[in-house]
């Protein structure tokens, strides 16, 4: 028994640091842009015609895809050189990226993998949400003659935010415990650039053997997401409307 020696380790421990502060970065930039793209894009979706139905099989796909398949894609589209993305910016006369493989751009290059897999089901959700709302909100709108914008900051969003709520909670506590995606592209690099929690605790408890220090940072990251979900209950409870 060491008491709380291994708390005392992580919280001194600079990886672990670094893995808190990219788990931060990447929770916030994966589930905001996330959340706006989510709903624009459902609500551009939400018509019941062909295209538009074929629009949304498509953009579903990318989310029953293994996370091993998607990493494996994206690692050969990434590539600093030759790579299809780096292909397509030259051919544009823009400037190139090292993507996964600088330590600047790596980070943020995993947030877009994660956002692009993640769309098709935030986009479903969204439009099961929009479904949900009664038409004659819409018709007592358009009879009072209200704008397109007005209609949607005043109407869709307070009664979507149920909807919005949920892929807030769920997203976020998706983010603090990304591992997957870390370990078949970068493995914490370069550097310690990519380096997260879940990711951490990997390699503290697996590679190292260091299971009360792997324990001590899981317990952390419980914590953690379990008082992301007390904040987000907390602060959107008086924003959510329910029918």
């Known amino acids: 028994f060491v008491g709380l020696a291994n708390y005392k ?37 939400n018509k019941n015609k062909p295209f538009h139905n074929m629009v949304q099989t498509i953009m579903f796909t990318p989310y029953i895809i293994a996370t091993v398949a998607v990493a494996t894609i994206f690692k050969y589209m990434m590539q600093p050189t030759g790579g299809v993305f780096n292909q397509v910016l030259s051919a544009l006369h823009l400037p190139t990226s090292y993507w996964y493989m600088g330590e600047e751009s790596a980070l943020m290059s995993l947030a877009f993998i994660s956002i692009w897999s993640g769309l098709g ?16 909100v819409y018709e007592a709108a358009r009879l009072d003659k209200a704008s397109k914008s007005n209609t949607f900051f005043h109407i869709t969003l307070p009664l979507l935010s149920p ?21 078949m592209m ?20 697996i590679r190292f053997m260091h299971y ?5 940072a899981s317990v952390g990251l419980l914590v953690i997401t379990s008082t992301l979900s007390v904040i987000n ?3 959107a409870g008086k924003k959510v409307h329910y029918q």
């Open 163 to 183: 909807t919005v709520f949920y892929l807030l909670v769920t997203s976020s506590v998706n983010a603090f415990t990304t591992f997957d995606i870390v370990q």
């Open 9 to 45: 380790f992580i919280f001194q421990d600079d990886r672990f640091l670094v893995s808190l502060k990219n788990t931060i970065v990447f929770m916030l930039v994966t589930v905001f842009v996330g959340l706006v793209f989510k709903v624009l894009i459902g609500v551009f979706l």
């Open 186 to 205: 970068t493995q914490g690099g370069p550097g310690y650039s990519t380096y997260m929690l879940a990711y951490y605790v990997y390699m503290e408890g």
């Open 233 to 235: 209950f907390a602060l």
């Open 121 to 136: 089901y935030g986009v479903l959700i969204v439009i099961s949400g929009l479904r949900a709302i009664p038409n004659y």
């Open 212 to 216: 009360g220090r792997a324990m001590a």
